[in-house]
């Protein structure tokens, strides 16, 4: 069983930035699960999406792997030759966990797994690229040229799968999926004082963009064609193709 996440079950005097040190790794499974609607089916469409996009001698990269829970699936899922996955994560807690965690299953395809700034990492030879729930912890400024950077890396009908939390620009839609997920968090045992104090350190980290947004900065990275494949209140994931060659 993962360790529960009670980090913010008791006032906190002074609540400051998010950060995904070490209290956060060790809670991160059952904090991830209780949080975001969906997450698990995402992680497994992963799967799907990797039997089908992956190329015989080809990288795939796992940015802001956490964890690596998507990089699991995608190594269950690889079934051509030749590939290497590379994740990467600037949280030395998580990378640290994450290695334990890759190790503990035996795969032919090998894992790289790299503490660095993912801004920092060079995109060669790729069939699919992985930002699940990383893009929205990014400086805004900084969002396009990482964007850009996976296009330049990725091979003639590769795929980048992109999962954020969304904001909207229809502000009663947005409320009501806003409080949906408030709802959810409630039945998954977390208290208000916890989905406030939380919400009070994400604030400043985690700024959000509506999907318009996404597609926009997208084309604007190259990709002519995305579309959002999966949705769950107000979270979801696109997948954006490289010169429209749909595997």
């Given at each position: 069983?993962?360790n529960r996440d009670t980090?913010f079950?008791?006032?906190?005097a002074?609540?400051?930035?998010?950060?995904?040190d070490?209290?956060?790794?060790e809670?991160?499974?059952?904090m991830i699960q209780r949080?975001?609607p969906?997450?698990?089916?995402?992680?497994?469409?992963?799967g799907?999406?990797?039997?089908?996009f992956?190329?015989?001698?080809?990288?795939v990269?796992?940015l802001?792997?956490?964890?690596?829970?998507?990089t699991?699936?995608?190594?269950?899922?690889?079934?051509?030759?030749g590939?290497?996955i590379?994740?990467?994560?600037?949280s030395?807690?998580?990378?640290?966990?994450c290695?334990?965690?890759i190790?503990?299953?035996?795969?032919e395809?090998?894992v790289?797994?790299?503490?660095a700034d993912?801004?920092d990492i060079?995109?060669?030879?790729?069939?699919?690229?992985?930002l699940n729930?990383t893009?929205?912890?990014?400086e805004?400024a900084?969002r396009?040229r990482?964007?850009?950077q996976?296009?330049?890396g990725?091979?003639?009908g590769?795929?980048?799968?992109?999962?954020?939390?969304?904001?909207f620009?229809?502000e009663?839609?947005?409320?009501?999926?806003?409080?949906?997920?408030?709802d959810?968090?409630?039945a998954?045992?977390?208290?208000e004082?916890?989905?406030?104090?939380?919400?009070?350190?994400l604030?400043?980290?985690?700024?959000?963009?509506?999907?318009?947004t996404?597609?926009?900065?997208l084309?604007?990275?190259?990709?002519?064609?995305?579309?959002?494949?999966f949705?769950?209140?107000?979270?979801?994931?696109?997948?954006?193709?490289?010169?429209?060659?749909?595997?």
């Open positions: 069983m993962p980090l079950s008791a006032p906190i002074k609540l400051g930035d998010w950060t995904f070490e209290r956060v790794a809670v991160f499974p059952d949080s975001v969906g997450y698990s089916n995402i992680i497994s469409m992963i799907m999406l990797t039997e089908r992956v190329q015989p001698g080809s990288q990269y796992d802001g792997c956490s964890l690596g829970a998507a699991l699936s995608i190594r269950r899922n690889i079934n051509v030759a590939c290497k590379i994740a990467v994560d600037n030395p807690a998580m990378v640290e966990r290695r334990r965690h190790d503990a299953f035996r795969a395809t090998p790289e797994i790299i503490e993912i801004l060079h995109i060669e030879n790729a069939s699919m690229v992985v729930f893009l929205q912890f990014l805004p900084d396009l990482l964007l850009s996976v296009y330049q990725l091979l003639p590769g795929a980048l799968v992109l999962s954020e939390k969304f904001s620009e229809d009663n839609v947005g409320e009501l999926l806003f409080n949906m997920h408030h959810f968090k409630r998954n045992g977390y208290s004082l916890e989905i406030s104090q939380k919400r009070s350190m604030e400043h980290v985690m700024l959000t963009d509506s999907v318009a996404h597609k926009a900065r084309n604007q990275a190259g990709f002519k064609h995305a579309e959002v494949w949705q769950c209140f107000n979270f979801g994931s696109l997948i954006a193709l490289k010169s429209g060659e749909i595997a």
